[in-house]
């Protein structure tokens, strides 16, 4: 199988679905600048959960709020600011980075070696590195919402979360907030931090 967006999946009170959806976002977040039918969905998306309490209603409720306190053209621009550009990223959004200090090291080396074994494979037409936020966030969709039950269950989804994402995510996190141009992705940086902590919670669980 090719490593490549699912199709988006319809909303559902459902966990694992809300689950997949939220990697499936982060993933388009955090790919590119979000096209303008993207930003306009978020706009308008609910900012109350089902349940009082729940933990992501805060961070989600900052995230659509700045989403539409702030144009199309800020956000790619403050994207172009904190990943783009030429030469050195003022932030980067790779694994290898943050877990070596280099990019296209080992732990990259490791991870194609676990996509293979799932199946998977770069789509041809991605341009970035499958150490990319952005690619491992559509390899936990697939592993949460993929028809394989052989690789798509809790205990892959778990593996492949501790070994490629939870190491260095947070540090992530803390450089995008830490920008002094961040905004947009200030909160949704937040927001992923929440969502990596329940995910870190729900695994914890399974033991």
């Known amino acids: 199988m090719t490593l490549a967006p699912l199709p988006a999946q319809s909303s559902a009170l459902d966990e694992e679905t809300a689950r997949a959806e939220i990697y499936g976002l982060l993933s388009a977040l955090f790919y590119a600048p979000p096209a303008a039918g993207l930003m306009a969905q978020l706009r308008v998306a609910a900012t109350e959960a089902p349940a009082a309490g729940a933990f992501l209603e805060e961070p989600w409720r900052a ?3 700045v989403a539409r306190s702030i144009s ?3 956000v790619q621009s403050e994207y172009d600011t904190l990943f783009g550009g030429t030469g050195k990223p003022a932030v980067y959004l790779y694994g290898s980075h943050f877990l070596s200090g280099f990019l296209n090291e080992k732990p990259l080396a490791r991870l194609r070696t676990e996509l293979a074994s799932l199946g998977l494979t770069r789509d041809d037409a991605m341009s970035e590195t499958e150490d990319h ?4 966030c559509e390899v936990m969709r697939y592993l949460i919402a993929g028809d394989d039950v052989a690789v798509a269950n809790l205990t892959r989804q778990r593996a492949f979360f501790a ?3 939870q190491p260095w995510v947070l540090r992530m996190c803390d450089d995008i907030q830490q920008h002094p141009e961040a905004l947009f992705y200030a909160c949704l940086a937040q927001f992923t931090r929440s969502f990596v902590g329940v995910e870190i919670q729900g695994f914890d669980m399974l033991d």
Do not use: E, S
């Open 72 to 74: 199309d053209q800020a």
């Open 163 to 165: 070994a490629h994402l």
């Open 133 to 136: 936020f952005a690619y491992l």
């Open 63 to 65: 995230l659509v709020g």
